[in-house]
């Protein structure tokens, strides 16, 4: 209730109130800072995926501004020597407004990211997205089979299925998924709700991405998860450079550090940009329960 309170008057908190919470999970508003973060998690061996916030635009020139905005970080990511790749979310370039410009704005993207041999992974959405991402995943896979990405979500009761059907593509190269628990708030008929449960349907998912010879991008913070992570590797013998592990930003750093320590591949999604307040209140309200968190960084932490 009191998490739900917080939530609701937090878009209404003073800018600079909300920031200091915000800062230790997003890198700054500019490409320069999220470049000096990167930089920083390379330095202790940790790879990158580079976000620029912002998502559910209203327009088309929104979208426009968006892809320069994604084709100066790459540019800026790459001379700068930055280790890793970059991460985008398709209403950004108006998937809800025009999917074709929306294709043609990433398509871009990926073109660009593919000259430098990089990668770009394409964050999934909530669940009226789910059938036009992975539409988009395909198209763009085909193209650029070694440059491309997508994640896919344990809370939808469709996503092992969905495992199945995008496997049938006939790639030269390990299809390459990011495996996450989900964020948004979907309804009971198409998700799963309870904690346990959506840890199975974690671990089934990866499981069969394992059996598969899929590419795994294993992001979870969730100590519990870790274990039996660990035992699937073991038992299906998965080689170091499957798989790696993700987590967001300033997020359990102890947990990242133990898992890069025992040699796991270990990749950070560093968020940035001007939308940092938006993107803070909007988490906030799909999760209430992170309110208690941001209360002790404003007021316990100073
Ligand atoms: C690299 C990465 C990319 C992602 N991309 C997507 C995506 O494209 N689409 C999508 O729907 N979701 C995405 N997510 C979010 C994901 O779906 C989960 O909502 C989120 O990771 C929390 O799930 P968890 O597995 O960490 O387990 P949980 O059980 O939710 O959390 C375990 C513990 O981790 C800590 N924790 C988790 N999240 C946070 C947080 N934000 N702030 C502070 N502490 C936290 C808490 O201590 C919590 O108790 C991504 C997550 C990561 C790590």
């Known amino acids: 209730m009191l998490n739900k309170m917080i939530s609701n008057i937090l878009p209404y908190m003073p800018k600079k109130l909300v920031w200091q919470f915000s800062k ?45 905005e994604y084709l100066n970080v790459i540019e800026s990511s790459v001379k700068s020597r930055v280790k890793g790749g970059f991460s985008l979310k398709p209403t950004s370039f108006g998937l809800l407004i025009d999917p074709d410009v929306c294709y043609r704005h990433i398509r871009e993207i990926v073109a660009k990211a593919a000259e430098y041999d990089n990668f770009v992974r394409i964050d999934m959405e909530d669940s009226p997205c789910t059938d036009m991402e992975i539409l988009l995943y395909r198209q763009l896979q085909s193209e650029f089979p070694k440059n491309v990405g997508l994640v896919v979500q344990a809370y939808l009761k469709r996503t092992l299925d969905d495992l199945k059907k995008i496997n049938d593509i006939n790639s030269s190269v390990p299809l390459n998924f990011r495996l996450c628990k989900g964020i948004y708030v979907e309804p009971a008929e198409i998700a799963y709700k309870d904690y346990e449960e959506v840890n199975t349907h974690y671990l089934l998912d990866l499981e069969y991405m394992f059996k598969n010879k899929m590419y795994a991008g294993i992001a979870t913070h969730d100590r519990r998860l870790i274990d039996p992570i660990l035992k699937l590797i ?48 909007r988490r906030l309200k799909e999760n209430p329960q992170m309110a208690s968190t941001i209360i002790k960084a404003i007021f316990i932490k100073g």
Not at 41 to 51: A, H
Not at 249 to 268: F, I, S
Request: aromatic share 12%; hydrophobic share 35%; proline share 2%.
């Open 24 to 68: 230790e999970y997003i890198a700054g508003e500019t490409i320069d800072d999220a470049i000096i973060a990167a930089k920083r998690l390379n330095g202790e061996g940790i790879l990158t995926t580079i976000d620029v916030l912002g998502e559910f635009i209203k327009t088309l020139d929104e979208a426009e501004t968006n892809k320069h």
């Open 234 to 281: 073991d038992q299906y013998k998965v080689s170091k450079d499957m798989y790696e592990f993700q987590m967001l930003y300033g997020v359990t750093p102890a947990l990242r550090g133990m898992l890069k320590e025992q040699g796991h591949r270990m990749r950070v999604y560093v968020p940035f940009g001007q939308q940092w307040f938006g993107y803070s209140t």
